[in-house]
């Protein structure tokens, strides 16, 4: 057995032979159907919104707040990740889903109807609540009801779920906003719940439903590691609310907000994280510092592209459109079968792209660099995102037992949103310190750049940057073989 097998337990019951054929193959067609439309639906929605926010930002008068209305999403998300790791390991993934897609879509009715900013913000938590059951939910369907010779496949299914949303999503939501108003990129993107309820739910009912050994009796949910995660949710929230206000009176919030996350995630997430010890810790870490540090940066992009260079919503969105299909295509070189020797190594020269990415991206601050630099650059990042994010959950599912696959689910997923959160409020700090606040907030986005303010971009685009760099050396550390047993998923504060 390889180091990157995973550890099956003994069973004393014959296990039939599993179904032949691709994810598109009969016995597994309507479930990737309806489980690659659910993740087509958060694509649209984060391409979509994603071109709106400028200007929703700017109507609101909460331009200052820009980072807040993306991290409230990652914030509460963490809730709904520990909550549905547990729901989902108990229960079966159907009913996270089903509750998931609902808050999904109260959110975004929320934050299209919103007349303030806070509300606005109040919407995306909501949201991310929502973002949060869906996401841990999917991959325990994917643990149970695919053998694991295809579960690469079906994260690369999910990837490529993004290039149709990357590319016809900007063209038609900086349509809709310069034409109808932001709102309605908002309020019209619900409409599409109907059809991941309609395909996917009926079929997980079927192959992934229940719990994992149906004969035991029901367990209950461990209350402890829900206090940890309403414990990292509220610790984040205050650490991003300190990080917008900079004010000396926003060092308490702050303080309190580090003491509510220390020993949250001390207890959620695999010991040894944040040291980068061999194996699951280093696969959940290196999850939180790719992710983190690409979308802290891309979530600026628009911002920076609208009042910065002149670019209206539409295109500044779509500069973004041909990181879909390179993210496709990284996710798809990972799934391939001949590659998994060469994991590792892959995943090393995806976060060296994704650094070179980031770190290029503000070069277009420079008047005589052509504003279309950018989008072959950020597909240069998209594709090392591919690379590395399939590679991740490939790993992380040959690392877990069945009835773990929740609980590590969630903990991949935590350190996702985790280091979103984290970044982006120091991200969006820097950005306010350097005048940030003030970008563009003399002019509407359709009248042209506003007054420049280049240093507040660069100083969020550099940092994380080097945070990528971390990641191609914790990308070293994937391979377990050093280590005796499976670090469990969480360890009791204090022991």
């Known amino acids: 057995m390889s180091a990157l097998e995973p550890r099956v337990p003994q ?18 067609r309507t479930l990737s159907i309806g489980i690659i439309s659910v993740v087509f639906l958060i694509a649209f929605e984060a391409t979509a919104v994603g071109t709106a926010m400028p200007v929703a930002a700017r109507e609101l008068e909460g331009i200052g707040l820009y980072a807040f209305a993306f991290s409230a999403y990652f914030t509460t998300s963490l809730f709904g990740m520990v909550l549905a ?18 808050a999904f879509a109260s959110g975004l009715v929320i934050s299209g109807t919103a007349g303030v900013m806070w509300v606005f ?3 995306r938590a909501v949201q991310g609540f929502g973002g949060g059951l869906v996401i841990v939910a999917l991959y325990v369907v994917v643990s149970r009801a695919y053998e694991e010779r295809l579960r690469p496949a079906i994260m690369a299914a999910f990837a490529a779920s993004w290039v149709v949303p990357s ?28 059809v991941p309820l309609v395909v996917a739910l009926p079929a997980i009912r079927r192959t992934a439903s229940g719990p994992v050994d149906p004969d035991a009796p029901p367990a209950a949910f461990d209350r402890r590691r829900i206090r940890l995660a309403l414990g990292i949710s509220v610790g984040a929230g205050l650490l991003q609310y300190a990080a917008q206000d900079l004010r000396w009176l926003s060092l308490a919030p702050g303080i309190a907000g580090v003491a509510l996350l220390v020993p949250a995630v001390r207890g959620l997430l695999p010991r040894g994280t944040y040291l980068a010890r061999r194996g699951l810790p280093s696969v959940v870490l290196l999850r939180g510092v790719a992710a983190g540090s690409f979308i802290a940066a891309e979530t600026f992009v628009p911002l920076m592209l609208v009042t910065q260079r002149g670019l209206s919503p539409t295109m500044a969105g779509f500069s973004l459109a041909l990181g879909g299909v390179t993210w ?18 892959l995943m090393v020269t995806g976060m060296v792209l994704v650094a070179l990415a980031i770190a290029a991206a503000p070069a277009v601050l420079i008047e005589s660099v052509p504003v279309w630099t950018l989008a072959p650059a950020w597909a240069v990042g998209c594709l090392g995102m591919g690379l590395v994010i399939g590679s991740t959950s490939v790993l992380l599912l040959q690392l877990s037992a069945p009835e773990e696959a929740g609980a590590n689910s969630a903990s991949l997923q935590i350190s996702d949103a985790l280091a979103n959160v984290v970044l982006l409020a120091g991200g969006g700090a820097a950005f306010a310190a350097l005048g940030g606040g003030a970008v563009g907030a003399a002019h509407t986005v359709t009248d042209g750049a506003s007054a420049p303010h280049p240093a507040a971009f660069a100083v969020v685009f550099l940092p994380m940057a080097c945070v990528a760099l971390v990641g191609a050396w914790v990308a070293t550390r994937l391979d377990p073989a050093k280590v005796p047993a499976k670090v469990p998923v969480a360890v009791p504060v204090g022991e």
């Open 11 to 28: 069973r004393t019951a014959p296990i039939p032979p599993p179904p032949r054929g691709g994810i598109l193959g009969p016995a597994y």
């Open 85 to 102: 790791g547990q729901w989902a390991d108990r229960q079966g993934p159907l009913r996270p889903l089903t509750v998931g897609i609902a």
């Open 328 to 345: 496709a295509g990284g996710s798809w070189v990972q799934s391939q079968g001949r590659m998994a020797p060469y994991r590792e190594r």
């Open 167 to 194: 590319i016809v999503g900007p063209l038609a939501s900086g349509t809709v906003t310069e034409h109808l108003g932001w709102r309605w990129v908002f309020l019209g993107i619900p409409a599409l719940v109907v």
């Open 121 to 123: 913000v109040l919407g």
